[in-house]
């Protein structure tokens, strides 16, 4: 086997050798980009529910780059009902189960920080009953594994992760490097992606956790006040240099290379969430005094956080949760929703009939999760 096929030696953890003259004014820029953005966040108060279609998007992204097709508002649709099996269906359960792991990672990093089985934690969530099942959901692999063509041997593989003999000594060194300080918490953050991503610990789904790790251990680092803050974006638009500059570390060492593309990343990111963030907080404010003025309803409040937590819902659905979490009766939420609906703040995506309830949608905030008019 020549030198390009054996299994990857990573690098010791922390780097030395870094470049600080080419990389210390990119760090100064995406830290100030970050700072701004978490000002933002810190200035909403549920922050969870507001930015909830964002965590859906980011969900739609990250799956993206490994192939998935499905956009947000299908994600939506199908989970009120409205999308049947298929193909389509099978890339919204891998979505559905990102967000789930997004949102399991967010509790448990309220008590306990990252550790290697909060890492499996989340693998066996986002592998669970779909196509990568069969690859040992939350175990890392025992096996030596490649990256290449589909069907191509290990010896035309583009890429050889470590030896799965050594690979538990590797997590574990990755492990204690996440419990340091290093010199910046933005070039630790790119150091943890990409040395996760060249260990390749599992058998399939490494790159989503990857990249789920990435708001979470920036949030663990208190350079966020929440773990919400969500890279596929950039990393999906430009997936080509992505995978090359990943790549350029385990061929050539070059370490500078990514981390000066994952802080411009971080940079370039962070402008375009702070303008979402500020288009969704003024959206949120702007609907607070239309519900009210449509409804004249003490529950305006209640029915606004509802419609921004899922903005594609049946009425049935809502009228039950209304009741379930705030007492209000089943019978009161259907004329909150129709004068809504009249008032344009609202659409009907199905009508009801008979039993079947109608399936109702928020378009303004579908349009600014998605970054195009979908509705």
Known sequence: MSDRQLPYVPCSLPLTDLDYRQLLPLVGRANAALARYDGLLRSIPNPAIMLSP????????????????????????????????????RDIQEI??????LYAAREHLKV?????????????????????????PGEFRTDQNWIGKHGCPIELATFVPPDPLRLHDHLQAWESYLETDDIDFLLQAAVVHAQFELLHPFKDGNGRI???????????KRA?????????????????????????ISADDDWNGWLAYFLRAIASQ???????????????????????????????????????????????????????????HEKTTPGLLRQMRDAGILRELKPGSGRTPATLCFPRLLNLAEGREVL
């Open 224 to 248: 966020l006040s929440q773990p919400m803050f969500y890279l596929s974006e950039y990393l999906e638009t430009h997936r080509d240099e992505y995978y090359r500059r990943l790549k350029a």
């Open 54 to 89: 964002l965590t859906t998007r980011e969900a739609v992204l990250s799956s993206k780059i490994e192939g998935t097709q499905a956009t947000v508002d299908e994600v939506l649709e199908q989970e009120a009902g409205l999308l049947k099996e298929g193909a389509k269906f």
């Open 210 to 220: 990857g990249r789920i790790l990435i708001p979470l251990f920036l949030y663990q």
């Open 270 to 328: 962070a402008v375009r969430n702070s303008a979402r963030v500020t288009a969704i907080q003024a959206l949120y404010e702007e609907m607070k005094l239309a519900i009210q003025a449509a409804t004249h309803s003490q529950y305006t409040m209640h029915v606004l956080d509802a419609i921004f937590n899922k903005p594609v819902f049946r009425s049935s659905d809502l009228s039950r949760q209304m009741l379930r979490e705030f007492g209000i």
């Open 96 to 101: 559905s189960n990102y967000r789930q792991a």
């Open 112 to 136: 306990y920080p990252i550790r290697l089985g909060f890492v499996r934690e989340l693998h066996r969530i986002l592998m669970g009953s779909v196509r990568g099942q069969d690859k040992t």
